[in-house]
């Protein structure tokens, strides 16, 4: 990447510098007056530069990453993979922002962008379960969730499980739902909960017990013969019943959504009753384009037009607790200028549900 050779060769040079047998860089070295402000300066732009163009550094808040993810994990981001996001104003440099809210006027508006997007160039592109740091599109929060479909790409969710382009999307490791377990005997049905180290509790409903699992979790209760039944419970009445595009002839939820296929840049659509409903909110807010419908008739931007072309990037973002999580299917997908970097590892955790030594330096997977 060329930008990244370019800053190879200034930090090269600087190093020269301090190398040199030349007889005037010497001498300048010598010279305290100059060589101590130089390093400060250089280290103040060396600690910006890392945690503008390279990594940041984000505490996980809420459980829509657990179990992969859980509450007081500091998770490491690499913004090389997907190419660092400039800064839309100076509240998003580090140490810059202090200076620009010492001298704020009142009444600025932080959130508003004051210079242009731009992305620097990566070496790769959010991929079907990736791990990604973005900005929630409608009110700017920094979240974390897991990729589950790219530009172009049909998603379809049927009973919980994702299908893309047609095929079933295996789900990761961490990935758990609502679920519910029938038993027999209460005794014995906790002694086989408690083997496999899972975390369930007593249901209102007779000799049942509800908690999260994964369909491997399933799997294994379904071989004990203490266990009568296990499955995940979709389309949960407290979870299901508003999903993105808020559309009630569409008859989507968390756990049966779409087809949808998401927005890529000079995607061409058909403008219909059925792409209207699913992509008005997309083409008004994202693509900032004047759309209605006006007596059968599509007007965009004041014309008349029987299709639609996306000028962007979008991508889809599910959380691992697939039943607990404010994602994609709520706030719908998600613009590539909001994509901040790729979630790699755990630096560490504050985390009580799990020994502090077992998060340390943690692979994301």
Same mark, same amino acid.
């Given at each position: ?5 370019a800053?190879f060769l200034l ?14 860089i010497i001498?300048?070295?010598?010279t305290s007056?100059?060589v101590?402000p130089?390093?400060?300066i250089?280290?103040v732009l ?20 657990e179990?992969?993810?859980v ?8 913004k ?17 922002n202090?200076?620009?809210?010492l ?6 508006? +932080?959130?508003?962008s004051t210079w242009p997007y731009?992305?620097?160039?990566g070496?790769t592109?959010? +991929?079907?379960?990736?791990?990604v740091i ?8 920094v979240? @974390?969730k897991r990729?589950?479909a ?6 379809q969710?049927?009973?919980?499980q ?14 758990i739902?609502y ?5 027999a005997?209460?005794?014995?049905? /906790?002694?086989? @909960?408690d083997?496999?180290g ?7 409903k ?7 699992l994964? +369909?491997?979790d399933v799997?294994k ?12 419970e ?12 808020? /559309? ?12 949808y296929?998401?927005p890529r ?10 792409t209207f ?6 083409m ?5 384009t ?8 599509y007007?965009?931007n004041?014309?008349?037009a ?5 000028s ?10 697939r039943?607990d999580s /404010?994602?994609s299917?709520?706030?719908g ?6 994509i901040?970097?790729k979630?790699?590892s @755990?630096l560490?955790?504050t985390s009580?549900?799990i020994?502090?030594y077992q998060?340390i330096?943690?692979k994301?997977k």
């Amino acid at each position: 990447m060329w930008w990244l050779t370019a800053a190879f060769l200034l930090v090269t040079a600087i190093a020269w510098l301090f190398v040199s047998d030349h007889k005037a860089i010497i001498a300048l070295r010598n010279t305290s007056i100059v060589v101590i402000p130089l390093l400060l300066i250089g280290a103040v732009l060396l600690a910006i530069s890392l945690r503008v163009f390279v990594f940041g550094l984000f505490t996980i808040p809420s459980e829509s990453m657990e179990r992969t993810i859980v509450p007081g994990d500091l998770v490491w981001v690499n913004k090389l993979a997907y190419g660092p996001r400039l800064p839309s104003n100076a509240y998003e440099i580090p140490w810059i922002n202090l200076i620009a809210w010492l001298t704020e006027d009142p009444d600025t508006d +932080r959130e508003k962008s004051t210079w242009p997007y731009r992305r620097l160039k990566g070496y790769t592109n959010p +991929r079907p379960g990736a791990v990604v740091i973005f900005n929630e599109p409608h009110k700017k929060t920094v979240f @974390i969730k897991r990729c589950a479909a790219t530009p172009g790409d049909t998603l379809q969710i049927t009973n919980g499980q994702v299908y893309i382009n047609g095929e079933k999307l295996n789900d990761p490791a961490g990935v758990i739902y609502y679920s519910r377990v029938a038993y027999a005997d209460m005794r014995l049905a /906790r002694q086989v @909960i408690d083997s496999l180290g899972l975390n369930l509790h007593k249901s209102h409903k007779k000799n049942t017990f509800n908690g999260f699992l994964s +369909r491997g979790d399933v799997k294994k209760l379904l071989k004990s013969p203490h266990i009568l039944s296990a499955g995940i419970e979709s389309e949960r009445a407290d979870t299901a019943w508003k999903v993105y595009p808020r /559309r009630e002839e569409l008859d989507w939820n968390i756990d049966n959504y779409g087809p949808y296929v998401i927005p890529r840049k000079n995607l061409e659509i058909p403008l219909n009753d059925s792409t209207f409903a699913i992509y008005r909110q997309v083409m008004r807010k994202f693509e900032k384009t004047k759309i209605h419908n006006s007596d059968g008739q599509y007007i965009v931007n004041g014309l008349p037009a029987d299709s639609f072309t996306f000028s962007r990037d979008y991508y889809f973002m599910m959380g691992d607790n697939r039943h607990d999580s /404010r994602d994609s299917r709520y706030f719908g997908p998600v613009p590539e200028s909001d994509i901040i970097g790729k979630a790699t590892s @755990i630096l560490l955790s504050t985390s009580t549900k799990i020994p502090w030594y077992q998060r340390i330096l943690k692979k994301l997977k």
